[in-house]
């Protein structure tokens, strides 16, 4: 490659067109020093641009005006509008050193195609950072920007700022990673307008997404992404993970028209957010403020630690969904995945906290929450928080699918929460709503209760109970204490259900608060058990003002094998009518 230097006006610099570069070879300079392009278009066509640990700029711009070169990227003045910047055919620009350089794009559109590569890599100093700041940003055909460290520096930065949109589709990726003991870098995605994440590589499996990843002693970084419209479909991905000693950082989401995820890619990748740790580390957090927020099809958010078991794991993570309008988990995947939200651990550590407020929330077909620990760590909590009304039904479009809520605490931790707000709760066709401890030891047993300003609705489907347990099994584990409260509450095949078995917990009661009015019919099922258990079992509290049992349905306490004995049943009522009960 050949390189010309003279007067600016002699390639169109200051005309009113801008003079376009076309390049199909590799340019390198000395380790510490930069490239820098700057035309009305700008076209790799298979080649590199190589100067470890310096800067390489390409900036695309029209008419004239001033480029201004620094460390931290290029200042652009007096310009009218910004041309095209496309790497294609494998391009590449690297910048990798043992001090990582850094990578300032600016201007219109901004395409990678082919395979084309940034790579921005370090060891033992720390990276640079690669800043993109353009109109449109498209990368296709298993293209990646890169950052990653593999010694003690920390991995630069990734920050995609788009005027109009973010679009990663083919297995194309953005990625931060560490292979030893700095961190990984973050990455920043902003668009004015919206970003996409679909579809992925046949030939390498690869997903589209947004990556951070560490496989030894360091943290994977943090990813933000802000935009009107957030989408992932196809197995498009965010996703931090750490499969060693370090934690797996947290994702953030703010899309303030809507969040859709939805599908999986042909090999069976699926769409989603995930955080998690293998081993030792706990995995990240993921924070999530939108509009309308939708999974469908096994698109689900996930944050697990220890999965591979052992001891002295990490702790999963908090998942915050804040909708200003609705949120809806639905369906399952061809492989059975459902939609939904899962945090566990499996070694060692606690389970998080899963909270999730909107105006109408769903979940539907399989569509599911849940917070488990295992090993020793207190249980998850999960809050629902509904403006409008909360459904679970496991039947859409005549498909069905048991959706679900369940905590789940197994060692020697305290149980724990589930809690659900709304204005109406529906539980529907089968849905389940679960709280287990098993083996605690003594811990404290948690809550669950379910709270509707106006009706709670529990209805079973042709062949399957809509259920709500509290269960204790084991080495001191009790069960949590149910709690409805509503002005109405209308049981229509449901069953509620408090159980001790081999253990000396205590068992958890059943409080039923509906001030207008308690019906209870379809053979619903109201009781509390205790097997081979050395407390009595629990107490059943009825408080309303007009209660009517019907249709074969029953309120029970029974005890089996000299267990400390069955509990009570307390009934207040201004008016009771009983009949075929």
């Not at 490239?35 to 008419?63: E, H």
């Not at 589709?169 to 995605?189: A, H, L, W, Y």
């Not at 809520?405 to 109406?424: D, F, L, Q, T």
């Not at 209308?490 to 069953?495: I, T």
């Amino acid at each position: 490659t050949m390189l010309t230097m003279g007067n600016p006006t002699t390639f169109g610099c200051l005309g009113p067109t801008a003079a376009s570069i076309a390049m199909n070879g590799s340019v390198t300079v000395p380790e510490g020093h930069s490239i820098s392009l700057t035309a009305g278009d700008i076209n790799l066509n298979g080649g590199t641009l190589l100067a470890p640990g310096g800067t390489v700029s390409l900036t695309a711009i029209s008419g004239a005006g001033e480029v201004r070169l620094s460390d931290t990227g290029p200042t652009l003045s007096g310009f009218d509008g910004r041309g095209s910047i496309t790497l294609e055919g494998g391009a590449g620009v690297d910048v990798s050193a043992e001090a990582g350089g850094s990578v300032f794009i600016h201007g219109g559109q901004f395409l990678m195609t082919g395979g084309s590569v940034i790579d921005d890599g370090t060891g033992d100093q720390d990276g640079g950072a690669v800043a993109i700041d353009v109109d449109n940003v498209e990368l296709r055909e298993a293209s990646m920007i890169s950052a990653g460290t593999s010694g003690a520096g920390h991995a630069g930065s990734v920050s995609l700022t788009a005027t109009n949109s973010v679009t990663l589709q083919d297995g194309s990726s953005v990625t931060t990673e560490t292979r030893g003991n700095g961190n990984g870098g973050d990455i920043s995605v902003t668009a004015g307008d919206r970003i996409e994440l679909s579809g992925w590589d046949s030939e390498t499996g690869q997903a589209s997404g947004l990556f951070s990843n560490s496989t030894r002693f360091g943290d994977s970084g943090n990813i933000r992404v802000s935009a009107p419209v957030v989408t992932a479909e196809n197995g498009g991905q965010i996703n931090t993970s750490a499969s060693f000693f370090g934690d797996s950082g947290d994702v953030y989401i703010t899309a303030s028209d809507s969040l859709y995820m939805a599908g999986e890619a042909g090999n069976g990748t699926l769409s989603g957010i995930f955080t998690g740790n293998t081993s030792r580390g706990s995995a990240g957090d993921v924070q999530v403020s939108a509009g309308d927020v939708t999974f469908l099809n096994g698109a689900h958010i996930m944050g697990e630690a220890g999965t591979f078991g052992g001891r002295n794991g990490g702790d999963s993570a908090n998942v915050t969904i804040d909708a200003t309008g609705d949120v809806l988990f639905r369906g399952i995947a061809s492989g059975g995945f459902t939609s939904g939200v899962f945090s566990g651990t499996y070694s060692g550590g606690s389970a998080g906290t899963v909270s999730i407020s909107g105006n109408n929330i769903g979940l539907i077909q399989g569509g599911g929450i849940v917070a488990r620990a295992v090993g020793g760590g207190a249980a998850g909590q999960i809050y629902i928080n509904a403006r409008g009304d909360f459904t679970m039904d496991s039947i859409y479009d005549g498909v069905e699918s048991i959706s679900f809520i369940s905590v789940e605490m197994v060692g020697e931790g305290n149980g724990g929460i589930i809690s659900i707000e709304a204005e109406n709760v529906h539980l529907l066709n089968g849905s389940e709503v679960i709280l287990r401890n098993t083996e605690t030891g003594g811990g404290a047993p948690g809550r669950l209760s379910i709270t509707a300003r106006d009706t709670i609705y529990q209805i079973a489907s042709s062949r399957k109970y809509s259920s709500v347990f509290a269960e204790g099994f084991g080495d001191g584990a009790s069960s949590a204490n149910i709690t409805y409260n509503a002005q109405n509450i209308y049981f229509d095949g449901a069953l509620i259900l408090t159980t001790l078995r081999d253990t000396e917990g205590t068992a958890g009661s059943i409080t039923l608060n509906g001030s207008n009015g308690l019906f209870i019919t379809g053979f619903s099922q109201i009781g509390s058990n205790s097997f081979d258990a050395s407390q009595r079992g629990g107490d059943i509290f009825l408080n309303t003002s007009d209660l009517e049992i019907n249709n074969s349905s029953y309120i029970f306490t029974n005890t089996y094998f000299d267990s400390g004995g069955a509990g009570n049943i307390y009934i207040n009522a201004d008016e009771l009518r009983i009949a075929d009960a």
